[in-house]
């Protein structure tokens, strides 16, 4: 008889393998597409493009944290569809999203001479206008779809939503690449945004009551007492994820208010190719956490966890970091077909912070498994205060690449902070977790630096199969002495990590399972996998 714990785990990996496939696809339409807009738009417009979409991206997640709620009240309600709270939750999802659509337009109908002028777009104003009606059709439809895909969300049927985001985002990109050769501009794309947002919404309604036919909004469910969903749970999660946006999409409207909407379009290039390559660590990080969840009652078997993970992340994204910022300029050029500086730009900039945002990972999954989710929180926001603050006068020194530093600056520092207090916080020493991240920080610098000195000397040329060499020959020689650094540290760790534990040590591992831990990375020895071990 198979267990019930074999049964969720196949379940969660096959959740996991439908969310990477159908993300995949995603992401190999965008990875195929967006070099065709941004030829056919011409950089002036595509920057005006990324601008209206960065825009759609902010209102849409102003949600009230309804999304989350409504996924929790699905999952809460074990099968019984007769809640009248489950069904005033999703209705309040689908109130809100008429609310926010109605909002947003009345706002921008209003204020759109001004944001033309903030945003510089000049002679493309009107155009963007008819095309920002289009995108906010595309949000409502969105957000009618929300109350659904939180019940497929809820229900444990990720993998038809993501094959449904996957076939919208493939008959999306099919719809582009003929709008594009028939000439159509912004308004054209926009409708093929929107076309597509309604396929998606139509088919997750479907899909939702044909597994899931109880599960309803019902508007006059709804109640006062229902809104402290939004007071108390909601308003929490949405202050982090408006946290998160904020750092995301606000350096496109400042390099457009500051300088051009080009200047913009060219920085979006960068960012998007960054998140592509962010997908691998990511991905895992989803994977591992209801491993996570299901070894917190073992506090030593937890810490181990937690210095493994650290430590692959840490010993992955050192060679692919380093690789990154040898090679932005040629990757941008594979994949664009052209030379865009400032998209190489960024991406150099920011892929050192973001590397070191996700092997923190790690601790962030940890202490959502001990349910500490407020740790993440308050680092989310530290890092959009230090980011608001930093901006402008990293502009006024650097200019356009300012923001972009202003950026990692802050996710750095805000990183920080969050290590130490989740460390301060859980009681859990600090040491070993700091060895790893020098270490393999030294291995990322002295391959970047080694990978940065012979690089004029390797191979390149025009076109994309000039850059494809590019990329190959300075990816492959600092991706192999950032591999030697850290091979080389794992081999002499006992050596550089000073005495060996003593029986103080081993008392204090009696302790405190994560001395233990400490004990196992000074020494060299295995960290083990199984959960319960100990």
Request: glycine residues 10%; proline residues 5%.
């Amino acid at each position: 008889m198979v267990s019930l714990s074999t049964r969720t785990g196949h379940r969660v990996a096959r959740n996991t393998a439908s969310l990477l496939g159908g993300r995949l696809i995603v992401t190999a339409v965008g990875l195929v597409t967006l070099p065709l807009v941004y030829r056919h738009l011409g950089s002036q417009e595509f920057g005006v493009w990324v601008l209206l979409c960065a825009v759609v991206a902010v209102l849409a997640i102003i949600d009230l944290g309804l999304g989350s709620a409504m996924v929790r009240e699905v999952a809460r309600d074990d099968g019984d569809s007769s809640s009248r709270r489950l069904h005033a939750t999703l209705a309040l999802g689908l109130v809100w999203a008429v609310c926010l659509t109605v909002l947003a337009t009345a706002l921008l109908t209003v204020s759109w001479p001004w944001v033309a002028r903030l945003l510089q777009l000049s002679e493309l104003a009107g155009e963007a206008r008819r095309a920002m009606l289009w995108l906010l059709l595309s949000l409502f439809l969105g957000g009618v779809e929300l109350p659904w895909r939180a019940v497929l969300e809820g229900t444990q049927r990720h993998g038809a939503a993501a094959w449904i985001g996957a076939g919208a985002a493939l008959v999306g990109g099919v719809l582009t690449v003929g709008m594009l050769r028939i000439g159509g501009g912004l308004v054209g794309l926009a409708a093929v945004t929107a076309l597509a947002s309604g396929l998606r919404t139509g088919l997750t309604i479907l899909t939702a009551h044909r597994y899931c036919p109880g599960y309803t909004p019902r508007v006059p469910d709804i109640r006062r007492e229902d809104l402290r969903v939004v007071r108390g749970y909601g308003l929490r999660v949405q202050a982090t994820s408006a946290s998160g946006v904020v750092n995301t999409e606000l350096d496109r409207f400042v390099l457009s208010g500051f300088f051009t909407p080009a200047t913009a379009g060219h920085f979006d290039l960068g960012a998007r190719l960054l998140n592509l390559l962010r997908l691998p660590p990511g991905f895992a990080l989803l994977a591992l956490f209801p491993v996570a969840v299901a070894g917190a009652a073992n506090p030593g078997w937890l810490n181990r966890f937690y210095l493994r993970t650290t430590w692959r992340l840490a010993v992955f994204l050192a060679p692919c970091t380093a690789a990154v910022v040898v090679a932005a300029d040629p990757l941008v050029r594979l994949w664009i077909g052209a030379q865009v500086p400032w998209a190489a730009t960024n991406l150099a900039v920011l892929a050192p912070a973001y590397a070191v945002n996700l092997v923190l990972g790690a601790a962030t999954i940890v202490a959502r498994a001990e349910g500490r989710p407020g740790l993440e929180t308050r680092y989310v926001m530290l890092s959009v205060l230090l980011n608001l603050g930093a901006t402008v006068p990293l502009i006024w020194l650097y200019g356009p690449v300012g923001v972009p530093l202003a950026t990692a600056a802050a996710i750095l520092l805000s990183s920080g902070y969050f290590l130490w207090h989740f460390h301060r916080s859980t009681a859990r020493p600090l040491t070993p977790i700091l060895r790893i991240l020098g270490w393999t920080a030294t291995a990322t610098a002295v391959a970047a630096a080694v990978g940065g000195l012979v690089s004029p000397h390797l191979p390149d040329g025009d076109g994309r199969l000039g850059a494809a060499l590019a990329v190959c020959c300075r990816t492959g020689i600092t991706i192999l002495v950032s591999a030697l650094l850290v091979a080389g540290v794992r081999l002499i760790r006992p050596t550089i990590a000073g005495r060996a534990p003593g029986p103080a040590d081993r008392a204090a591992a009696q302790v405190h399972p994560c001395v233990d831990a400490e004990i196992a990375v000074r020494t060299g020895a295995p960290l083990t996998d199984e959960v319960g071990s100990r």
